[in-house]
């Protein structure tokens, strides 16, 4: 049995040994050592998978900490949870269908990029199948170029898996979207009679840009020559802004942006003026825009002015309504970041929470407003679990165990140590 003691002290050991380095060793020496690296490495993953395969089968985290098991890793390790999902996916698969898989990856037969490519192989469709043949697929790694190996694998499943995914099946279109400052990525998977016709729509569009831009560059060799892969971007922006004009009830397009209004320092009272008043430019989840990047905007917008202290949180904005107002939860999103402030998770704030209840005296103020995921609204309300708020706007939570822990705003839990275990000095 694996005991965490034992694990900790091999930890220290690589670290200390790391802090050593490898310079001026002989190249001999080297090689041992990146081998010897390489194995440790296959060991510790092994541990970790099936480690992560474990908490996700008992559901641990989510009755200790009301995470789930990637979001537990992605927090505890600041790692994206698609580290700790696709962790889980290959744990899921080797402890159900590809027992031979796991044991030639333990043997150090094959490593962990093998195991990833006959565990996406290991489809839904075909997965017994390549149960069925996992033995021959190990034996034919043994001395073979990872490449040739892999394609012999794709080979096989695509004779197997002749007639693919259903392109008809609705769960096969999805998109991801992911932001980084000014930029945003969209990685999107098209099916069936969408595929083709959006490919159409696109090819269309691209050629409309080029042309347009040819016109553009008779005018001024100044403007730049965008490669196809650039217009394709450009052209599905134009045609989503396009759609959203068509469909807008006054054809006109009008983008969420809220500007964040801070009190001067030499302001005495507290509230900024019209004529000194320090600003800042973000969108509708709280991130910063930068005024030159995104002036174009202001020209047609739906401009939502929030009033913040000198530390930067909303002020109080009303107290006679049930729920909270649009402009309570504009607030809350700018304070928080756009995120649900259970600390760990990177989904937006859906839900926003009383936490002192209305039906028990509590006000509808930004205050007592957080906003949560559907998933960690849910596990606030369950049986046990209490969640609390400081005096500065920050939230905290005990858990039937008397785990206390804090909330994050903009994707960063709050520092120091836990909250007490109690209410009454638990104030900030």
């Not at 992560?52 to 994206?80: I, K, N, P, R």
């Not at 989904?347 to 906003?371: C, K, L, S």
Request: glycine share 8%; with cysteine; net charge negative.
């Amino acid at each position: 049995m694996i005991e965490p003691a034992d694990i900790r002290q091999l930890a220290r050991a690589a670290q200390a040994l790391a802090a050593d380095g490898v310079q001026g060793q002989d190249g001999a020496s080297v090689c041992e050592v990146v081998l010897a690296v390489r194995q440790l490495r296959e060991a510790a993953d092994h541990i970790e998978v099936h480690g992560l395969g474990e908490l996700d089968e008992t559901a641990y985290t989510d009755h200790h900490d009301g995470m789930t098991t990637a979001g537990w890793f992605a927090h505890q390790t600041s790692m994206d949870p698609s580290v700790g999902r696709a962790q889980i996916k290959v744990a899921r698969i080797l402890r159900h269908d590809l027992h031979g898989t796991d044991q030639a990856w333990l043997d150090g037969t094959i490593t962990r990029e093998h195991v990833r490519v006959l565990v996406d192989a290991a489809n839904p469709r075909i997965r017994d199948q390549i149960g069925q043949v996992e033995v021959d697929l190990i034996d034919l790694a043994d001395g073979r170029v990872f490449r040739t190996w892999r394609e012999c694998v794709c080979d096989l499943v695509s004779r197997f898996d002749e007639d693919g995914p259903d392109p008809t099946d609705p769960a096969n279109t999805k998109a991801s979207w992911s932001r980084s400052g000014a930029f945003a990525l969209l990685r999107a998977q098209f099916a069936g009679a969408d595929a083709e016709v959006l490919e159409q729509i696109i090819d269309a569009k691209i050629d409309e840009l080029f042309r347009r831009q040819s016109r553009d560059r008779e005018q001024s060799t100044d403007i730049p020559v965008l490669t196809r892969a650039q217009l394709r971007g450009h052209a599905i922006a134009e045609l989503l802004l396009d759609g959203h004009v068509a469909t807008a009830s006054d054809r006109t397009l009008r983008n969420g942006i809220s500007l964040v209004l801070r009190p001067a320092d030499d302001d005495p009272s507290g509230w900024p003026s019209i004529t000194n008043v320090s600003w800042s430019l973000t969108n509708p989840g709280g991130q910063h825009l930068v005024l030159e990047h995104f002036a174009t905007l202001l020209c047609d917008c739906s401009v939502h002015p929030l009033l913040v202290d000198a530390d930067g949180n909303p002020l109080k904005l009303g107290t006679d309504v049930r729920f909270a107002t649009d402009k309570q939860r504009r607030a809350a999103v700018v304070r928080d970041g756009g995120l649900c402030v259970f600390a760990g998770c990177d989904r937006r704030a859906t839900h926003f929470h009383h936490v002192i209840r209305y039906e028990d005296g509590g006000p509808t103020d930004i205050d007592n407003i957080a906003g949560l995921c559907p998933s960690h609204h849910g596990v606030t309300h369950r049986r046990g679990w209490a969640m609390h708020a400081t005096t500065d706007s920050w939230f905290w939570w005990i858990t039937p165990s008397g785990h206390t822990f804090w909330s994050q705003r903009h994707g960063k839990q709050r520092a120091g140590p836990a909250p007490p275990a109690h209410i009454a000095t638990a104030a900030a």
